[in-house]
């Protein structure tokens, strides 16, 4: 089946403007995580959700970043009044109740860029 | 706090050479372990997990793994690499009560005709 999707797959922005990215996580999982990877920081947990239930929001790096998910399926990533040091590439996974513990499935990513 | 250290930024190696990448973690829990590689402008992809069992776990591309739990360690082999095998390796742990994973700072893999 399909895999986890996310779009757009390239996205550059001004600092100061905010941006959403998206994600399509595979068709009946229940978890979905955001990462981002960074040169100076590697990859990074920023949040996580399960099911209906409150987000895990531990990883988040600033209250300018939030993240909702509609529905128990798309994904939402929202940075607001962007900085260059947001730029990375923002990856999210998915996993199915039924995959052995952890086992996570990677969409290809959306590369940011702040100018 | 669980975390992973991959020893090596960089690994350069010849094709049909083989080659360890190096990964040790720390954990106070249960460990569950991962091997992710990424193909350059691509996500990450499954090479394979360690969950409990066997100490010594295949996975694709005819990569596998040793845990060794003395010595906290999850170094991933493969005894004869292609060119195709050049990208970026990660090892990871499964971290926190939620699942999130917690990566090492990943090793490149160079392999040079």
């Known amino acids: 089946g399909a895999g986890v999707s996310q779009s757009p797959s390239n996205k550059v922005t001004e600092k100061g403007k905010d941006v959403e990215l998206r994600c399509d996580p595979i068709?009946?999982?229940?978890?979905l995580y955001w990462y981002r990877q960074s040169l100076g920081q590697g990859l990074e947990f920023l949040i996580y959700?399960?099911?209906?239930?409150?987000?895990?929001k531990s990883g988040l790096p600033s209250d300018r970043f939030s993240a909702e998910r509609t529905g128990g399926s798309v994904s939402t990533l929202t940075i607001q009044r962007t900085q260059q040091e947001d730029s990375a590439v923002y990856l999210c996974?998915?996993?199915?109740?039924?995959?052995?513990?952890?086992?996570?499935?990677f969409g290809p990513g959306t590369r940011l860029t702040v100018t | 706090a669980q975390s992973v250290t991959q020893l090596d930024s960089q690994v350069p190696v010849f094709e049909e050479a083989p080659v360890e990448l190096r990964c040790n973690y720390s954990?106070?829990?249960?460990?569950?372990l991962f091997w992710y590689v990424q193909y350059p402008n691509q996500g990450l992809q499954l090479l394979l997990k360690?969950?409990?069992?066997?100490?010594l776990v295949k996975g694709i591309n005819g990569f596998e793994a040793e845990f060794n739990k003395s010595q906290t360690s999850f170094h991933l082999r493969k005894p004869s690499v292609h060119i195709s095998d050049t990208a970026e390796y990660f090892c990871?742990?499964?971290?926190?009560?939620?699942?999130?994973?917690?990566f090492g700072k990943g090793t490149k893999l160079s392999v040079k005709p």
């Open positions: 068709s009946g999982h229940t978890a």
């Open positions: 959700f399960q099911g209906n239930s409150a987000p895990d």
């Open positions: 990871a742990v499964r971290g926190g009560s939620q699942g999130n994973l917690i």
């Open positions: 360690y969950l409990s069992g066997s100490t």
């Open positions: 996974a998915s996993a199915g109740a039924s995959a052995p513990s952890g086992e996570q499935y």
């Open positions: 954990s106070s829990v249960s460990v569950y």
